[in-house]
């Protein structure tokens, strides 16, 4: 009865266009730094395109290690060099996207 017409669909997919690169060069976007802060804030999701209420999240990052390694220069017994580690404020931030959970934009500490 029905019969599948096998229309064989084997063109060779369409070369994508490179990225047009002429004139202007592709500018990395500022530093993140600069937009996100220490605290959740409001943004648009580059993602998603929602405008989210970013999730942050704290993990100790280059900047409490050296912070470690300078303490621990300093003459601060281990326990003690380690605090900078246990420290939110001494942390790199992190913000995510609630919706698709995309990293959206850091806060790093130095
Ligand atoms: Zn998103």
Known sequence: MASASSTSNSRPSKNPQPAQTSGQQMKP?????????RVARQVTCKYCGNEV???IDYSPGVGAFLLCGSLFVLGFVFGCCLIPLLLDSCRDVKHYCPNCGKLLGRRDLL
């Open 29 to 37: 976007p500022l530093s993140n730094n600069a937009v996100y802060t």
């Open 53 to 55: 209420q970013t999730l």
